[in-house]
């Protein structure tokens, strides 16, 4: 937001209604973790981009990345798994149906995911490393 700003911190600061002094503090961390911040800034928008793929394309993201899919779209993805877990395909790292009566917010399942993700970090990759 600096940048856009022309450097100006007070500009930004003021673009997004925060004291200066927030503004500066943000500008400090980013300076001093500046590659992680960077990493979920590309996560962000690695899976912003992938709220557009189509059914099949999530199945086939999820197992490249060895990750499972949650849904509550059982007419489309149930035939799908029904295919992958047949006896001699492919397989998947996993699918969680989701009742239509569960309210899907990103408040709700946030944390969630964050377990989640955490989990799977945790399970080796081929080969025994771990993911971390």
Not at 35 to 63: G, H
Not at 71 to 90: I, Q
């Amino acid at each position: 937001m600096v940048h856009d700003n022309d450097g100006n911190e007070r500009a930004a600061a003021g673009y997004l209604q925060i004291p200066l002094g927030l503004a500066q503090a943000a500008i400090a961390y980013y300076g001093a973790y500046r590659d992680e911040i960077d990493e979920w800034i590309e996560l962000y928008a690695r899976e912003r981009s992938e709220q557009s793929l189509s059914d099949p394309d999530v199945v086939a993201l999820a197992r490249t990345e060895h990750r499972a899919v949650l849904t509550a779209n059982l007419r489309d993805f149930r035939p799908m798994h029904s295919e992958l877990v047949a006896p001699g395909a492919e397989g998947h790292a996993g699918m969680v149906f989701v009742p239509t009566s569960f309210r899907l917010t990103r408040a709700a399942h946030g944390p969630d995911r964050r377990r989640a993700r955490d989990a799977a970090r945790r399970v080796p990759r081929r080969g025994g490393t771990s993911r971390r």
